[in-house]
């Protein structure tokens, strides 16, 4: 009995040296923490998704403290979280509609083959392999390497083989956008539900060879677009979503189905039959007034 | 004279020989998770070093103190709480001393603490009679074992990406096989015969 206790004692007093020591050492080394680096922690995602190019969200965190990175840097924290962060650094609320990522490609399997690449699974590797297997140096490879980088779950390769962005999802935190060795995605505003689906900015010819979607850079749309919304940069259809207003004209001029959402055939040859209609009754118009015009001269 | 022969037989034996994870088959759990990337593996291997060699020294002295007091059975619970104090003080020490050290080793030290590796090199320095020296030093060759196991563990993981194998094997189940035909390679080594 006397051995147990013994052996309790020695141990107990043991124990206690060691907590004693690590307490004087925590004092003794104690590094002292900005107490706004935890709170500011406490604001961010803690997905340590690296979307904001720091190593996790306590390198965010230090980072913003520090000033090297803006108080919105965490994406998928909201702008909620933005705001409380700037009180907490002591600025002004910063506003912005919600963006999401937005993939700006549908090739998929209307894209042609340049052949057929067996390698690594991965878009990065592929693109190195004589510029990939598509025709288009501008198309989605649909290898996924964003859905790799995406932490949240919210990317997929779609029903054609190419990249989908679930908006529900996602959280515009970029790592996707970093992923893609094509710079194919790009933040828009979620509440916005037009957008052109490709990237490519060869001249219209080649561009009509190597993909049964993609756009061509006819002008079509930009010139049916009542708003100034949607112009031809670079030799692809660029929305401004800023004038954009979602009246869906350009998709039902499109020539190549290359602006989502795509109008059916049956709504193309209504809209074509209305303009059709508005045309006629103009010219019409037009024609009668000009026989007007000739019988009060007469 | 003798004392240097020892010393390197017992460096060749904890690197090379008597691998801790190869043929004792201690520290397993770190060398199977941490191990893929090679970059977190060599991490991983400096910090179990670095503790291996003071958990050494440190336990060597607790054991003098239990064996005066007749408390020699004592030795694995006393162990337990001796590395696990050493490793809470060492990450104390480095956040104030070596912030760079501290953040290159990260999330590891911490998890040093249930390494068996490290309890099960205090054990053996006592089972096998080793004085001060001799369990400083194969506390620190066994951690280098550690650091080269690893680190080849994991280099051949990040290769296994271009491998073409069954499905069913992919992930954990081909690294156990790869960790088998490893241990087996290592076995080679205990033919090793200098002296």
Redesign the interface.
């Known amino acids: 009995m006397t051995n147990v206790i013994?052996?309790i004692v020695?141990?107990g007093v043991?124990?206690a040296v060691?907590?004693l020591?690590?307490a004087v050492?925590?004092k003794?080394?104690?590094?002292k923490k900005d107490p706004r680096e935890e709170a500011i922690l406490s604001h961010l995602a803690g997905a340590n998704c690296g979307g904001c190019g720091y190593p996790g969200c306590a390198g965010c965190a230090s980072a913003i403290l520090a000033g090297d990175a803006p108080v919105t840097a965490c994406a998928p924290a909201g702008a909620e979280n933005a705001a409380a962060i700037a009180e907490i650094m002591g600025m002004a609320a910063p506003t912005g509609e919600r963006q999401v990522a937005f993939v700006r490609c549908t090739g998929g399997v209307n894209a042609k083959k340049r052949y057929d690449y067996v390698g690594?699974k991965d878009c990065i590797s592929a693109t190195k392999v004589a510029g990939g297997p598509l025709e288009c140096s501008f198309g989605c490879l649909g290898f996924g390497s964003c859905v790799n980088a995406c932490q949240f779950g919210a990317m997929s390769i779609g029903e054609n083989g190419t990249a989908v962005v679930d908006p529900e999802k996602c959280t515009n935190c970029g790592a996707c956008m970093k992923a893609c060795p094509r710079h194919l995605i790009v933040s828009v505003p979620a509440s916005k539900k037009v957008h052109v689906t490709c990237a490519n900015q060869d001249k219209g010819k080649a561009t009509m060879s190597v993909c049964s979607s993609s756009c061509i850079g006819c002008g079509l749309c930009q010139k049916e677009c009542k708003k100034d919304a949607i112009h031809v940069v670079n030799g692809v259809a660029v929305v401004d979503y800023e004038k954009c207003v979602g009246c869906k004209l350009c998709t039902k001029v499109c020539p190549r189905d290359a602006i989502i959402p795509v109008a059916t055939a049956e709504e193309k040859e209504k809209y074509k039959a209305i303009k059709k209609a508005q045309a006629e009754k103009a010219a019409a118009a037009k024609k009668a007034a000009e026989e007007a015009a000739a019988a009060s001269a007469q | 004279m003798d004392q240097i022969y020892q010393l390197l037989a017992i460096t060749l034996g904890a690197i090379l020989a008597n691998n801790f994870i190869f043929s004792q088959f201690l520290g397993i759990c770190p060398f199977l998770g941490v191990s893929k990337k090679v970059d977190t593996a060599v991490g991983m291997g400096i910090a179990v070093t670095f503790v291996m060699g003071l958990a050494s020294a440190i336990t060597w002295l607790v054991n003098l103190l239990l064996v005066k007091l007749g408390l020699a059975y004592m030795q694995t619970v006393a162990f337990i709480l001796v590395i696990a104090a050493l490793v809470q003080f060492i990450e104390m020490f480095l956040q104030k001393a070596m912030p760079s050290l501290y953040t290159a080793l990260g999330v590891y030290l911490p998890l040093i603490t249930t390494n068996c590796a490290v309890l099960g090199v205090a054990l053996l320095n006592i089972q096998n009679n080793y004085n001060f020296i001799s369990s400083v030093v194969y506390g620190i060759t066994g951690g280098l074992g550690f650091l080269l196991a690893i680190v080849l563990f994991a280099s051949i993981r990040e290769r296994l990406v271009f491998a073409e194998y069954p499905k069913a094997f992919e992930g954990f189940p081909i690294a156990l096989v790869t960790a088998g035909l490893m241990a087996l390679a290592f076995m080679g080594f205990s033919g090793l015969k200098i002296w």
């Not at chain 1, 003794?28 to 590094?31: G, K, L, M, P, W």
């Open positions: 013994f052996a020695v141990l043991l124990g060691f907590g020591l690590l050492a925590s003794i080394f104690e590094v690594v």
